[in-house]
C-alpha cells in the first residue's frame, strides 16, 4: 500500500521482526466457537482483527483500516491507489500542487499525506480555508503586517502564515474563493519565492511549498473571469483530482471501518456486516466522506455494538426547508415507536407548504425581496455575475452566497425573474 512503507508478513508462531516506536502491527484470527467476527484494540499501533472468513470484501477492509497511521489515507480503489503512488512521487518535488474535487472527499488528507512524505516533513503544515475568513482579514493572515499598517494593527505587527509554514507546506483551501487582488500578491509570492508583509517596502523571503485545493471547475472560472490565468498556470504544474465518493466504490468498505475506528469507544469494536457494506456501496453519497462519517457515527450508536448492521445504516436526506411546527402540531417522540431513517425520511420529504394557514414571517418577505432583486439583476445583465454584484452594490463572493442561499432554501430564481418582468 503506497505510503504504508515495509509489509511484513508473519506467521503466527513466528517472533514479529524488530519494530520500531511507529511501527503498525495486525493480527489476524479466525472466529471460532462462541468469538464473533470483531476489531480489538491491542495498544496505539496494534489491532487484532478477528474474522469469520479472511476472504470476504469486509475483512480486507478492516485490515486495510487497522494497517493505515490514524488520519492518513485509507482506500482500495485501484484508482485512489494509483493517485496514491502519483502523490507520493510528487511528494519529493517542491512544485505546486493542485488538487481538486468535491466538498467532502479528502482532499485536506491527501495534502498532509503529501507532506509527511516529502523532504519538509518536520516542518510545518499550516492549512488556511480561504472561504472562511473575510476579505480584508486575509490579505493580513496570510501574508502579515508591520505596526500601522491599519487601524488595529498589533503594535509589534505580526507575522502570517507564509512566515509560519517557512520550511513546510502552506494549504489554501477552497483557492477560488480568494479575491483577485489577492491572487495578484499569492502569484509574486510562488515566482520569487517572497512576501511583502502589510505596510512593509522590504520584502521578505519564505521557503513555501504550496498545495492548494478547490472543489469548482478552475478553467470554467478563468474563463469567466473570476481567477487569474496566470495563477491558474503557476498552481497547475501536475494536478491532481480526487473522484467523488460514489465513484470509488471500493473505497467505501475500508474507510467506513477507519471511521468505525475513530469514533467506537472501548477496545473491542463492533463488526460491519456484509449486508451493510452492501447498503453503503448502493448509496450515492452526494456528501461523499463527510456524510459516511456521520452514517457510521449513527450506526455506532444505534447498533448493539457487536455488530453493524443493514438496519443500523441511515443516510442523510438532502436538506429542504421545513415549516416551523407550532407546539400543538408537533408530535411526541417519546409516544411513538418510530425508526430513526423513518423521522429523517419524514422530516426531508415534508413539503414548506404544508402549514398553508401561517402567516407569512418579516424574515421570509425579506428574503423573497432579496431575491426578486437578485433575479431581476441577474436577468438585467444576461446572467454575468460580475456585472450583476456590481449593479446590486455588492461583492461577487456575497452575491455567490446569496445564491448559495436561495438554492437551499428552494427559490426559483427564473420564475422570478419572469416575474419581475412582468
Not at 522590504?202 to 471547475?217: E, G, L, S, T
Not at 474507510?255 to 456501496?281: C, N, T, V, Y
Not at 453519497?285 to 457487536?306: C, F, H, K, Q, S
Request: hydrophobic share 45%; glycine share 8%; with cysteine.
Amino acid at each position: 500500500m503506497p505510503g504504508t512503507g515495509i509489509v511484513t508478513l508473519c506467521e503466527a508462531d513466528e517472533d514479529l521482526p524488530a519494530r520500531r516506536r511507529d511501527d503498525i502491527v495486525v493480527v489476524f484470527e479466525r472466529a471460532g466457537g462462541d468469538t464473533a467476527p470483531a476489531i480489538v484494540r491491542q495498544g496505539a499501533n496494534r489491532h487484532l482483527v478477528r474474522h469469520a472468513d479472511a476472504q470476504t470484501e469486509a475483512s480486507l477492509a478492516a485490515g486495510i483500516a487497522c494497517a493505515r497511521a490514524s488520519g492518513g489515507p485509507v482506500c482500495a480503489d485501484p484508482g485512489s491507489l494509483a493517485l496514491l503512488v502519483l502523490a507520493e512521487k510528487l511528494a519529493k518535488s517542491d512544485i505546486p500542487v493542485l488538487i481538486a474535487g468535491p466538498t467532502g472527499t479528502g482532499k485536506e488528507v491527501l495534502s498532509r499525506f503529501i507532506h509527511e512524505h516529502s523532504d519538509r516533513a518536520g516542518k510545518p503544515f499550516v492549512a488556511i480555508n480561504c472561504a472562511a475568513m473575510p476579505e480584508t482579514m486575509l490579505e493580513a493572515l496570510l501574508f502579515g503586517h508591520r505596526k500601522g499598517a491599519f487601524t488595529g494593527a498589533a503594535a509589534n505587527g505580526a507575522e502570517g502564515l507564509f512566515q509560519a509554514a517557512d520550511g513546510g507546506t502552506l494549504l489554501l483551501d477552497e483557492i477560488a474563493e480568494m479575491p483577485l487582488p489577492l491572487q495578484a500578491k499569492l502569484l509574486r509570492a510562488l515566482q520569487e519565492g517572497e512576501i511583502l508583509p502589510l505596510g512593509a517596502t522590504v520584502p521578505v523571503k519564505v521557503d513555501v511549498r504550496i498545495v492548494a485545493c478547490a472543489n469548482r471547475d478552475l478553467p470554467r472560472e478563468v474563463a469567466e473571469g473570476r481567477f487569474r490565468e496566470d495563477l491558474f498556470y503557476r498552481l497547475n504544474v501536475f494536478p491532481l483530482n480526487i473522484p467523488a465518493l460514489r465513484e470509488r466504490v471500493a473505497d467505501i468498505a475500508p474507510l467506513a471501518f477507519a471511521l468505525m475506528l475513530r469514533h467506537a469507544q472501548g477496545d473491542d469494536l463492533p463488526w460491519i456486516s456484509d449486508a451493510a457494506i452492501a447498503k453503503l456501496q448502493a448509496h450515492s453519497w452526494p456528501g461523499n466522506i463527510r456524510e459516511l462519517e456521520n452514517v457510521m457515527r449513527r450506526a455506532l450508536l444505534i447498533g448493539d455494538g457487536t455488530m453493524i448492521g443493514e438496519g443500523d445504516i441511515c443516510f442523510d436526506m438532502a436538506a429542504r426547508p421545513i415549516a416551523a411546527l407550532s407546539a400543538a402540531d408537533t408530535p411526541s417522540l417519546a409516544a411513538q415507536d418510530i425508526a430513526v431513517e423513518d423521522m429523517v425520511q419524514d422530516a426531508a420529504t415534508q413539503e414548506p407548504a404544508a402549514i398553508s394557514g401561517a402567516a407569512p414571517r418579516l424574515a421570509n418577505i425579506v428574503q423573497q425581496s432579496q431575491a426578486r432583486a437578485i433575479a431581476e439583476a441577474l436577468q438585467c445583465n444576461d446572467g454575468h455575475r460580475g456585472h450583476t454584484a456590481r449593479q446590486l452594490g455588492i461583492s461577487e463572493r456575497t452575491l455567490r452566497y446569496r445564491l448559495a442561499d436561495m438554492r437551499a432554501a428552494g427559490l426559483d430564481l427564473s420564475r422570478m425573474a419572469m416575474g419581475a418582468g412582468r
